[in-house]
Antibody, heavy 116, light 107 residues
Framework: QVQLVQSGAEVKKPGASVKVSCKASGYTFTSYGISWVRQAPGQGLEWMGWISAYNGNTNYAQKLQGRVTMTTDTSTSTAYMELRSLRSDDTAVYYC?????????WGQGTLVTVSS | QSVLTQPPSASGTPGQRVTISCSGSSSNIGSNYVYWYQQLPGTAPKLLIYRNNQRPSGVPDRFSGSKSGTSASLAISGLRSEDEADYYCAAWDDSWVFGGGTKLTVL
């Protein structure tokens, strides 16, 4: 069965970086893209960007350009999202999702808390 | 402010039919597909409808989607208590944009 398992919760100070992993199983990793979506506490969904697991092409939300990097490791079927220069308003649950015809499978979410 | 506009709340009684609207513009809903996601409390979103009106396998046919012009709707028939959740619409607009979400309460 398709599963996306994300790394655990993180607490970071303002200005630091965080790297969240998303390990895929149950399907051919390189046949799909991975999108990252975040959700601030009590708020709606925000798309952060997409990466092709086939060739590593990326498309980032303009708002996060320059602060976010998405990568994949096809040897371990794992996607990564790194966010730098963290601010308090980056506090959110971060989700990875398999991307083809919509986001049909999601990770369980990773809470990233940015606090001094 | 969200790019797509949804009512913040909706409600219905068990067995009823409810609809949730999603209003956009020519650059998003008017020219691209609409997707709907259900988010139960404390869980990750779940894909309900893709490409305006297609249901992934496993999604009951009580859920249906439609689109007309720059607006879309999600209809839920035979409302059940387990449908109580937040519902989000999404569309492409040079990046993915969402509605602010509609909290559905089953009375």
């Amino acid at each position: 069965q398709v599963q996306l398992v994300q790394s655990g919760a993180e607490v970071k100070k303002p200005g630091a970086s965080v790297k969240v992993s998303c390990k895929a199983s149950g399907y051919t990793f390189t046949s799909y893209g991975i999108s990252w979506v975040r959700q601030a506490p009590g708020q709606g969904l925000e798309w952060m960007g997409w990466i092709s697991a086939y060739n590593g092409n990326t498309n980032y939300a303009q708002k996060l350009q320059g602060r976010v990097t998405m990568t994949t490791d096809t040897s371990t079927s794992t996607a990564y999202m790194e966010l730098r220069s963290l601010r308090s308003d980056d506090t959110a649950v971060y989700y990875c999702a398999r991307d083809l015809l919509g986001w049909d499978y999601w990770g369980q979410g990773t809470l990233v808390t940015v606090s001094s | 402010q969200s790019v797509l506009t949804q009512p913040p709340s909706a409600s219905g009684t068990p067995g009823q039919r409810v609809t949730i609207s999603c209003s956009g513009s020519s650059s998003n809903i008017g020219s691209n597909y609409v997707y709907w996601y259900q988010q139960l409390p404390g869980t990750a979103p779940k894909l309900l409808i893709y490409r305006n009106n297609q249901r992934p396998s496993g999604v009951p046919d009580r859920f249906s989607g439609s689109k007309s012009g720059t607006s879309a709707s999600l209809a839920i028939s035979g409302l059940r208590s387990e449908d109580e959740a937040d519902y989000y619409c999404a569309a492409w607009d040079d990046s993915w944009v969402f509605g602010g979400g509609t909290k559905l309460t089953v009375l």
